[in-house]
């Protein structure tokens, strides 16, 4: 089945410990992007990938990092949290030249 | 800055009726406009999308009516259902771009 999967779904933290959410798909996209979704801000795109090793900052990067080694991964670094990451994270992907994005089915974190 | 306007944020219909979601931005470079749907514990689904070469796109229910020189677009649902309730977004991007500007959303509830 094409989608695109993200771990974990659910994650409470604390403040300064370092995560990593990943994101995989299995349909040979070259993008793929992170959003974080909020209420009354709807979804804010963090970073996003072109191809492998091509990454380039969205709208609200601060406090984030990504990795594209692979065509199929593409992991969100958190490396020192704080309360006001805490949010719903959408990783989504898409062939290039092909507007439609397909979202993973979210992560939730909290970060005490 | 929001790219994309979205309103109303909630809205409440009874089963039968019509909702609309209206959006509307300034980027004269955007030309490609999607509607996203998202289940509640999922993530956004593309519903449909529209060019601004047409002033009109009709899916089953679904109508996308697009005004260029208003750089106005809003989502028609016509005879809405309970299982109609999601959130909606809007959202637009550049020519030859994958990146897309979400609408902060619009929780819609269809009463039976």
């Known amino acids: 089945e094409a989608q695109v999967t993200q771990n974990p779904r659910y994650l409470i933290t604390v403040t300064g410990k370092k995560l990593t959410v990943t994101c995989s798909q299995n349909?040979?996209?070259?993008?793929m992007s992170w959003y974080r979704q909020d209420p009354g801000l709807g979804l804010r795109q963090i970073y996003y990938s072109m191809n492998v090793e091509v990454t380039d900052k969205g709208d609200v990067p601060e406090g984030y990092k990504v990795s594209r080694k692979e065509k199929r991964n593409f992991p969100l670094i958190l490396e020192s949290p704080s309360p006001n990451q805490t949010s719903l994270y959408f990783c989504a992907s898409s062939p290039l030249g092909e507007r439609t994005q397909y979202f993973g089915p979210g992560t939730r974190l909290t970060v005490l | 800055q929001q790219q994309v306007k979205q309103s109303p944020q909630s809205l409440i219909v009874q089963k039968g009726g019509i909702s609309i979601i209206n959006c509307a931005y300034e980027n004269t470079a955007f030309d490609y406009f999607p509607w996203y749907q998202q289940f509640p514990g999922k993530g956004p689904a593309l519903l449909i999308a529209i060019r601004p070469d047409v002033s009109e796109k009709k899916e089953g229910r679904f109508t996308i009516s697009f005004n260029k020189s208003a750089k106005q677009f809003s989502l028609h649902i016509m005879d809405s259902q309970p299982g109609d309730s999601a959130t909606y977004f809007c959202a637009a991007s550049e020519t030859g771009a994958n990146n897309l500007f979400f609408g902060t959303g619009t929780r819609l509830t269809v009463i039976p």
């Open positions: 349909m040979n996209h070259e993008y």
